[in-house]
């Protein structure tokens, strides 16, 4: 892979803070909210220990930091590379670029498997990167 110092970043669909929180948790408890990035990221309390791992490996093996946000916390640019098509995974290089990596079709049919998540997002890391 090259020497790019890059970012990865997650933008779930879901607001942060405490009101969002709450009404992403009861809303897809009904089955009226949904986000394919926080199946994969998250079980229904607390962040998956096997996402925990790979957010190390990535860090420890390629010297990526994955960064997650909700759609209330993005910055200018975050937002304009994915207004309308959350959840995704933005990367960001060192010169503040941002592509496309994974949209929310790939993350639907991932279907919250961190294993899946991986390695599709290893095999597009090899071709931006």
């Known amino acids: 892979m090259s020497e ?4 990865l ?4 669909k879901a607001n942060g803070g405490v009101v969002g929180e709450l009404s992403y948790f009861f809303g897809h408890l009904v ?3 949904s986000c394919s ?3 994969v990221t998250h079980s229904p309390v607390m962040k998956k220990a096997k996402f925990k791992d ?4 990535l860090k420890a093996e390629l010297g ?3 960064k997650l946000v909700h759609m209330n916390e993005r910055n200018a640019e975050e937002l304009k590379a994915s207004s309308g098509r959350e959840p995704c995974v933005l990367l960001r290089y060192d010169d503040g670029g941002i ?4 949209d929310y079709v ?3 049919a991932i279907d919250g498997s961190v294993e899946s998540f991986e390695k599709l997002l290893r095999s597009r890391l090899d071709f931006y990167l």
């Open 4 to 7: 790019k110092q890059v970012t």
């Open 54 to 57: 790979l957010e190390k490996r």
């Open 99 to 102: 592509s496309m990596l994974l």
């Open 31 to 33: 089955g009226v909210r």
């Open 9 to 12: 970043i997650g933008v779930y």
């Open 64 to 66: 990526i930091t994955f």
């Open 106 to 108: 790939e993350l639907k």
């Open 37 to 39: 990035l926080c199946d």
